[in-house]
């Protein structure tokens, strides 16, 4: 399974942009980059995600490397509730991995925000 | 449209005891599994399922059964629940092809005594 690393944790000045990276050295073509948040006490949600170019959602930006072998989630303007847990990981979902869809999630980057 | 609903919410368990937390999903989604998280770590998966009849293991599957008879449900079992056991359960599903975006439960909080 592809693998992911990201910073153990990160802080940022609320309102200012902030710029959370993830490497995926052994990312294959077929691997679609998942980002998910979890808020304190809740479950994981879906953030964004891309496969080569980058992506805009009303949540935040994805910037994928041109070599795809890592990433970036962009939060434009941090806010307060922009708090929490955020995990980058790898997902290839194709009839040829069929019953191979261990999905796994390392310990994230927990980002804290500054007022 | 609930998404993803698990019950109960929270559990408390003498060592030796069974249990089930259920998992239901409207969405018609094949891909289910389970994760667990304990203190300040991240998640787990025990186990997963690509369609009703199939499952197969996680990272952490021992001590825990899973089965997939409908493609709505899938309950995850404890038959001897261990103080090890004590943790938070999420469970997630998805579309199974294309990008897959997982949509989690709210969690089940489990406490074995």
């Known amino acids: 399974d592809a693998k992911t690393t990201q910073p153990n944790s990160m802080e940022s000045n609320e309102e200012e942009p902030v710029h959370l990276p993830c490497n995926h050295s052994t990312i294959s073509g077929t691997d679609y980059i998942h980002w998910y948040r979890q808020l304190p006490s809740q479950g994981p949600e879906y953030v964004i995600h891309g496969l080569t170019s980058n992506v805009n959602n009303r949540m935040a930006s994805l910037a994928i490397a041109e070599d795809r072998k890592s990433s970036t989630l962009i939060l434009h303007r941090a806010t307060l509730r922009d708090a929490a847990v955020y995990y980058c990981?790898?997902?290839?979902?194709?009839?040829?991995?069929?019953?191979?869809?261990?999905?796994?999630f390392g310990t994230g980057t927990r980002l804290t925000i500054i007022p | 449209n609930a998404g993803v609903t698990q019950t109960p919410k929270f559990q408390v368990l003498k060592t030796g005891q069974s249990m089930t937390l259920q998992c239901a999903q409207d969405?018609?989604?094949?891909?289910m599994s389970w994760y667990r998280q304990d203190p300040g770590m991240g998640l787990r998966l025990i186990h997963y399922?690509?369609?009703?009849?199939?499952?197969d293991q996680g990272e952490v599957p021992n001590g825990y059964n899973v089965s997939r008879s409908t493609t709505e449900d899938f309950p995850l079992r404890l038959l001897s629940a261990a103080p090890s056991q004590t943790s938070v359960y999420f469970c997630?599903?998805?579309?199974?092809?294309?990008?897959?975006?997982?949509?989690f439960g709210e969690g089940s909080r489990l406490t074995v005594l």
């Open positions: 997630a599903s998805s579309y199974y092809m294309g990008p897959g975006e997982l949509f």
């Open positions: 399922s690509v369609g009703a009849g199939i499952t």
């Open positions: 969405m018609n989604h094949e891909y």
């Open positions: 990981i790898l997902r290839v979902v194709s009839i040829s991995n069929f019953g191979n869809e261990k999905l796994t």
